[in-house]
């Protein structure tokens, strides 16, 4: 019930091109998504976030899509660019005295020139 | 504003040892985290201390503890080291209870080796 499934494990994308990671959960309490930026050496870095009560947050290059229904969302990255290279972390947590960030396994991303 | 500190960075121990980790969080910040990140398993939440209280565990052995100071400071501890101990711990702090969608910022970890 907490778990949150990311795909794909790794991603390689040419400069330019558009980066796609998808996350899937079962627990329908989940209402809050954020997706986070690791490079390496580092900790992770909160990228953007959104909650279910809107299909699209935009921020920059940086879009998450979220599909309620089918409790998917996905993180799509334009115009990649080289410096995007780092692992990316879905998550997901619900309001409540016993809740945790949950992370998916994480998508490691290469944008190649 | 200085971010999540963690302490130590590096560090080698043997089995059968116990370990203590530091971290220090953003100043006025309440909440800590601790999480667990191995290339297998991903990032696991250990546990979560709010105003010196734990809040919440995640599903990990009782060898793994933590507490929080007075002033927010957490340490965590691994007692009696197995080598799948092998991880980078990591730390993070919030303003308010992680659950409540509030952003979380994470330290650079601690790099544990069990040999």
């Known amino acids: 019930q907490q778990q949150v499934k990311q795909s794909p494990q790794s991603l390689i994308v040419q400069k330019g091109g558009i980066s796609i990671i998808n996350c899937a959960y079962e627990?329908?309490?989940?209402?809050?998504f954020p997706w986070y930026q690791q490079f390496p050496g580092k900790g992770p870095a909160l990228l953007i976030a959104i909650r279910p009560d809107v299909s699209e947050k935009k921020e920059g290059r940086f879009t998450i899509s979220f599909n309620k229904s089918a409790k998917q969302f996905s993180l799509h990255i334009m115009d990649s660019q080289p410096g995007d290279s780092a692992t990316y972390f879905c998550a997901a947590s619900s309001t409540g005295t016993a809740s945790k960030l949950t992370f998916g396994t994480g998508t490691r991303l290469q944008v190649t020139l | 504003k200085a971010g999540v500190t963690q302490t130590p960075r590096y560090l080698i121990k043997t089995r059968g040892q116990q370990v203590t980790l530091s971290c220090s969080p953003i100043s006025g910040h309440r909440s800590v985290s601790w999480y667990q990140q191995t290339p297998g398993q991903g990032l696991q939440f250990l546990f979560e201390?709010?105003?010196?209280?734990?809040?919440n565990k995640g599903n990990f052995p009782g060898r793994f503890s933590g507490r929080q100071f007075s002033n927010s400071r957490s340490e965590m501890n691994v007692s009696t080291l197995e080598l799948g101990d092998s991880a980078l711990y990591l730390c993070a702090s919030s303003l308010g209870a992680s659950h409540s969608g509030n952003t979380i910022y994470f330290g650079e970890g601690s790099w544990l080796t069990v040999v």
């Open positions: 201390y709010f105003s010196e209280t734990q809040r």
């Open positions: 627990n329908t309490a989940f209402d809050y």
